[in-house]
């Protein structure tokens, strides 16, 4: 981000008070939009940012049909995700395109149906059941740490290790998955399928409609559904033929066995087979990308701030004395989850695509929004934006300290989204950081292996463009 951008956005304090019936400024409104449609593809966090210093906190676009109100001010924010969340809906295009793979799961459901999946699954995701998935999580460490070469230092493509960890953590912890060789090109048949989702389906979120099934670039995607799909429902009627009895502590047991018996009006219902299919194929792809995504960047930060990331260390050697981490050591590594809250300030692994439909007319701070115009929430430009983060390119986990979470603007860090819909699986994603974290600076000291800093892109998740290379230095 340029110092230009940043002085900008700050200089932009003033604040309307009154009820604006005009619409908030905004970039001129030509050839239906397609010029700024096709900056937002080039590169659509530079794009949005460049809009907050040129206007404010608010920017009204139109393309096609659309009418957006980008939002950038917290409380603003606050309004759209939190105290007006039932005014509003995920944006229809969204849901469509995450439809086609996840069918109707929690993440694509609305009003009542959305209401009771969520009261659901909500207890699956409590610290009740955390120390079981961490217990998973560990092993799945173990295993990934203990498999690298034995020298004293190599360089090492930590994106691609961290990847593959996540997603033997989700299978562990979702279907009991022991990791076996076997296993393991299942594992990586899965995380080029979920590649090609996620790139397939930032690119849908620029067309208004799905392109048609018979071009080539959608039988890859037709191929990379067909994986997934087979593996989840693999082991859903695996785990209903075979062993419909045997006790299992994971999430796929907690969907089969879930009723609706929430104090607000919970019906006793089970979840249908083909609900189940689809909250594992969400909790399957939401669970890892992300979680991958903030790791990656963990590294990065660590290699880069060695002074934190040694005092972080000496937390974790003082409180672990080198045995493994449990769900119950997380609240004695306090710096250590400074460090990965930091990192996930300056690169949120979701930055962006928090979109909204208002469904009626609707006001948020002075703006009056007509019914059906769309929100537009960038995490990343708050988190980047200096009247909320002091210099905010600089690497910085004090901000996350008690006294610094005290004085920081509420609702200006929002790594997990807000409000009824935040994430559901925040909890699980903070445990398995903080513990595969600890693990890594139990056994290596990292040290950047190139010389250029890697170029954050957003793909659905925020990724370094060309993956992440770190030196592991054995301790
Ligand atoms: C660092 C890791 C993660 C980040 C940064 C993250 C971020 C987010 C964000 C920003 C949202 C809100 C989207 C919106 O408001 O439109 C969300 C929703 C969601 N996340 Fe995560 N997530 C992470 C990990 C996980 C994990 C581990 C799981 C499951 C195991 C998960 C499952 C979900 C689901 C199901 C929703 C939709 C909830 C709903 O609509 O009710 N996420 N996540």
């Not at 203990?146 to 290790?161: G, I, K, V």
């Not at 033997?168 to 296993?183: C, G, K, N, Y």
């Not at 609240?331 to 400074?338: C, N, R, S, V």
């Not at 009056?368 to 934006?385: E, F, N, S, Y």
Request: net charge positive; charged share 20%; glycine share 6%.
């Amino acid at each position: 981000m340029s110092q230009s951008i940043i002085t900008a956005a700050a200089e932009r304090t003033k604040v309307p008070t009154m009820t604006k019936r005009t619409l908030p400024p905004g970039p001129p409104h030509r050839l239906f939009g397609l010029p700024l449609l096709r900056q937002l593809h080039r590169d659509y966090l530079g794009e949005v940012q460049r809009m907050q210093a040129s206007y404010g906190d608010a920017v009204f676009t139109r393309i096609a049909q659309e009418t957006i109100y980008d939002f950038f001010r917290p409380d603003w924010v606050r309004e759209v995700l939190v105290d007006q969340a039932r005014n509003f809906i995920r944006r229809e295009r969204f849901t469509q395109v995450f439809a086609e793979v996840h069918g109707q799961s929690v993440l694509v459901t609305e009003g009542d149906v959305w209401q009771r999946q969520r009261r659901m699954l909500q207890p699956g995701f409590g610290p009740k059941r955390m120390d079981g998935y961490a217990q998973h999580m560990v092993a799945a460490a173990h295993q990934a740490l203990d498999a690298l070469p034995p020298q004293a230092t190599q360089t090492l493509d930590f994106e691609h290790m961290v990847t593959q960890l996540t997603m033997d953590v989700v299978l562990r912890t979702l279907f009991s998955q022991e990791i076996t060789p076997a296993v393991r090109q299942q594992a990586v048949a899965a995380e080029h399928a979920v590649r090609v989702i996620s790139r397939a389906g930032m690119e849908a979120f620029y067309w208004p409609a799905s392109l048609p099934d018979w071009l080539p670039h959608k039988w890859k995607l037709g191929h990379a559904k067909r994986v997934l799909d087979g593996l989840v429902r693999h082991h859903i009627s695996q785990r209903r033929q075979t062993h419909p009895s045997a006790p299992h502590h994971d999430l796929l047991a907690m969907l089969l066995a879930v009723r609706d018996e929430g104090d607000e009006g919970g019906d006793g219902g089970t979840l249908s087979i083909e609900e189940v299919r689809d909250q594992c194929m969400t909790i399957f792809l939401a669970g890892h990308e992300t979680t991958a995504a903030a790791l990656t960047w963990w590294g990065h930060t660590m290699a880069s701030h060695p002074a934190c990331a040694q005092r972080a260390r000496q937390e974790v050697d003082t409180v672990l004395g080198g045995r493994a981490p449990s769900y119950a050591d997380l609240p004695a590594l306090p710096y250590l989850a400074q460090t990965l809250k930091e990192t996930m300030r300056l690169y949120p692994p979701a930055p962006a695509l928090i979109n909204r439909r208002a469904i009626q007319p609707v006001q948020i701070g002075p703006w009056q929004l007509p019914k059906g115009a769309m929100v537009r929430i960038t995490p990343w430009v708050m988190h980047h934006d200096p009247r909320w983060f002091a210099d905010p390119q600089r690497f910085d986990p004090e901000r996350f300290s008690a006294a610094g979470q005290a004085a920081q603007e509420r609702g200006a860090y929002m790594p997990f989204g807000a409000g009824p819909r935040v994430c559901i699986g925040q909890l699980f994603a903070s445990t398995e950081m903080a513990l595969v974290a600890a693990m890594v600076l139990q056994r290596f000291t990292l040290a950047p292996a190139d010389t250029a800093a890697p170029q954050p892109v957003l793909n659905v998740t925020l990724r370094p463009a060309q993956g992440l290379r770190l030196q592991l230095l054995r301790r």
